[in-house]
């Protein structure tokens, strides 16, 4: 390249005669007469240069024409590669589509209103939820496909109610709902291909529809994937959490400020394409969806009801009597036939016992009117209505003809255990 240049500077800036330019550099003045010609400067021109993985390249193409997806380092310990891993990777990565194939990945475009993105993420450092228990909680994590509004909150379990119950209260914060809302295969909302019920439900009522994800198809759901590793890289370091309501109060003053940064793909910040993104959406329904964890039992005589291995005090005197069980992601309330018997803050730690002291003060009382009525009432009844007579123990002596009024055995108060007194 330097000669080329200085050639044509001293051919064309001082004069210099091609007979005396070919002296100088030793070259054939043919080569002069092409430099000045050319009117790009020459490319360097490599001939083939054997590389250390020619040789190992069969014995690759081997291994991979019947394990296409074998990992390269694994390649490496098969052939005794003693070389430069990189190099290794270099050709592995050059002929592994002769074997495996291409898959492509075309780019969405999502109009405005049409999707929210779905998925649960696992940040993790564990959350203090109760005097010396933390636990690893879920966060739900929603992402608008037009504008990239990202929503999250956490939740207290991956089932439905409590998951419908996150979707819910972050639809409510954006104020319209989205009209498709695309989840992977939870099983709680469609781990077997098809939408559960109680999510049918809730979509049913928003007049929304969820769609699931192809399965082994992260790509299809991308959004929400990079959302995650965003909050994984940008949110956790450095933070402590005292609990879940301190860790979703951290996560809305962060989110604040992650809708604020521009987005490269659109090239606009997510809380300017909201407003956009909300006039597609359809409204709120008139009514709240079906949310939380809901069931109906018959209480026990424990007079407690078990929502995720927590048990939660209800009223004793409907005892026996079937009780709806609701639980939302802040409280737990009890109801028989309409009236409310049972109310309590959420509970999101493992096997713990939640209870109500003017529960057991009730329990407490009827004990001590069932045993009253016990002493007053001293008959049994079968089932069909007649008394059964209570006899004392002397009626069962005067039946067998025994009489312990002269009698040598002598019995032992605290053992019931009697011995008798022979004579010596």
Known sequence: MEDWAEIRRLHRAEGVPIKEIARRFGIARNTVRSALRAVEPPQPQRGPRAKLADEVEPRIRVLLADWPTMPATVIAERIGWQHSLTTLKDRVRHIRPEYLGVDPVDRLSHPPGEVAQCDLWFPAPRVPVAPGQERVLPVLVMVLGFSRFITATMIPSRQAGDILSGMWALISQLGRVPKTLLWDREAAIGGTGKVTTPAVAFAGTLATRIKLAPPRDPESKGLVERANGYLET???PGRQFASPA????????????????????????????????QQAMLALPPVPPPVGINHRIRLARDYYVRVDTVDYSVDPQVIGRFVDVTASLTEVVIRCEGAVVG?????????????????????????????????????????????????????YDALFGVDFADSTTIFDETTSTGTENTPQ
């Open 343 to 395: 109310r309590h803050d959420r509970c999101w730690a493992k096997h713990a016992v939640i209870t109500d002291d003017t529960h057991v003060s009730t329990a407490a009382g009827l004990r001590r009117h069932y045993g009253e009525q016990r002493r007053r009432h001293g008959t049994r009844r079968h089932l069909d209505g007649h008394p059964v007579a209570l006899r004392a123990l002397p009626d």
């Open 246 to 277: 301190d860790f979703n109060d951290q996560l809305d003053q962060w989110l604040i400020r992650a809708n604020t940064r521009t987005v490269r793909a659109t090239g606009a910040r997510p809380v300017e394409l909201l407003v956009t993104d």
């Open 234 to 236: 940008s949110f956790l």
